[in-house]
């Protein structure tokens, strides 16, 4: 159980640091997409 709710931890972790990488990178696409238009 101890091992699953590591794995859980890190796939947790591993999503919300993709996630927001996304958001970052979406932001800052569509900042620079209004910008030009």
Not at 22 to 27: F, G, K, S
């Amino acid at each position: 159980n101890i091992d699953q709710i590591g794995v859980f931890g890190v796939v947790g972790l591993l999503s919300y640091i993709i996630t927001m990488t996304i958001l970052v990178y979406v932001n800052c696409f569509m900042g620079e997409y209004l910008n030009t238009e």
